[in-house]
């Protein structure tokens, strides 16, 4: 039984490692469709609203699917989908068939993301913390090679970024194929009034604003960071891909010190620091025009924002710890609809008024969420556990 968890959880890092990878070379790749296809700004936010409009819905059916499905049939679903989706970016030839690429590719993200999260936390016993902390470290590693990958390729064929991409998604697929899963474990229904009372806690409002917004300010940079360089710095598509790397490197070092940071000084104020942090390095993104040091500032706004959605979750899993999978179901989903959203309004704000006016998209979102940080700090300062109705939540104290 150790062994087949082991080699689970081997298959399960791929899978993230595949994940991250794919997610980090939808970026470096919008440069070369908007001068491909002539695409405008609103288009190319169009194009990532589609992917993430597919991803929230895959997102928002994971949990329900993979109990009809079964998860390992679910991701195995789910992997099909990206693999087709990578493929069709290798080969389309127009517009429409980009947008049905992307779609398929939103799709089976989502069933990853969901699908692998669900896993982990099945096998994970009493270490669900660690569990999926190192697995979202391995999202991580795909995460920062993506763009590397990207940049090394294209002296080639940009093109074979994704062939490598699919290559690497169709292995977790061959290699999940003869695992066996862990049975489903049956938990206790939630009552439709308790799900309601818990969504409508003031707390719980927050934290769906912040990771709607963190979410979306992220995904913006992951997607227009490149393109951002290109069109405002005048930088090649190289040192934009690299941009990115390098934006990956300082959230993923973040993400693995954030834990160690929350613990010693709280998680509430850990969450308005890295808000704070999050605001002045967007900010100094507008003043600064030199490329080198504009390239260290996305480094150093990766490491505040990295820390902000594990903080969020971690969190809500403390203030409302019998109800953690409805807590995390509706913050990721939260994440999703920001995911969707945010990038396609950095594209409608750039058509009218350039690229760099346009960052002041995931700007807006950053200010918005230092607000939101202060008012949980004020609100938590003298709060252990929340409570909502008897029914739902642990006995007042």
Known sequence: MEMRLTKTRGVGYLGFVALGLTNAMIGPALPHLIEEFHLSFTLTGTLLFVQGGFYFLAVLSSGVASDYFGKKLFLLIGALLVVVGLLGFMLFGSVVSLFFSLSLLGMGVGALDGGVNGLFIDISGEKKGIGLGLLHMFFGVGALSGPLLFAFLSWVNWRLAFLCAASLVALFFFLLLPLPFPARQHSEAI?????????????MIQFILLLFLYVGAEQVVAGWLPTYLIGTRHTSHLHGSLALSLFFIGLTVGRLLNGFIAEFLGYSRTLLILSFGSVVFFSLVFLVQAVGPVIFLFVLLGFFLSGIYPTVMAQAGILFPRYSGTVSGALTAAGGLG????????????????????????????????????????YLKNVTHCTVPYSLGSPPK
């Open 339 to 378: 995911g969707m959203f945010f990038p396609f309004g950095m594209g409608f704000v750039s058509e009218y008024t350039g690229l760099k006016v346009g960052f002041i998209v995931p700007w807006c979102s950053a200010v918005v969420m230092l607000l939101l940080a202060f008012l949980s700090f004020r």
């Open 191 to 203: 009552p439709f009034s308790a799900i309601t009372a818990l969504l409508g806690h003031r707390i």
